[in-house]
């Protein structure tokens, strides 16, 4: 049977077909990540186009991004009406630069965790190699290795 959209969904609904707690949906409501409203009856009623908008805070959050940014990207979309693909891709077109930050930062950590990160501690096989006497130290503090542009190996 096909789902008409226009009816609006309870907490309970939000919350089962987004795999949150219902504690979670009132909480992204109260931080304004979501809008809901008061049925006569006296209930929480949601449109069914916030499932997308809950699934994309969670995949967001899962990518580490803070609520303050997810929240700062969602207002800038029109709430009174159901988003567009245009409205979406405006949101991720203004992720964007941060989103390859973290991709490149995920996956420095995947492919050099082990070997030399130019932290200092020259412990590692490769670090008199990478990392000779601690020179990376005059480039800046942390694995200098993994926060600037590689240095090419001699
Ligand atoms: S890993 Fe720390 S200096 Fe090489």
């Known amino acids: 049977m096909p789902i008409d959209t226009r009816i ?31 049925s006569d009856g ?4 949601y449109a ?18 803070s609520l303050a940014i997810i929240k700062e990207g969602l207002d800038k979309l029109p709430a009174d009406r159901t988003l567009t693909a245009n409205d979406w891709k405006q949101l991720s077109t203004s992720w964007r630069d941060m989103l390859n930050e973290r991709i490149r930062s995920l996956a ?15 412990s590692m096989d490769d670090c008199p190699l990478r990392n000779p006497g601690d020179r990376l130290s005059g480039l800046g503090s942390g694995a200098v290795l993994l926060e600037r542009a590689p240095v090419p190996k001699e």
Do not use: M
């Open 48 to 65: 069914r186009d916030v499932l997308r908008r809950v699934a994309v805070i969670k995949i967001a959050q899962r990518a580490g991004i």
């Open 108 to 122: 420095q950590l995947r492919d050099e965790l082990d070997g030399c990160i130019g932290c200092g501690c020259l």
């Open 8 to 38: 609006p969904l309870s907490v309970g609904e939000v919350a089962r077909r987004s795999g949150v707690t219902i504690a979670t949906v009132h909480f992204y409501e109260a931080k304004g990540l979501i809008l809901g409203w008061r």
């Open 42 to 45: 006296n209930q929480r009623r």
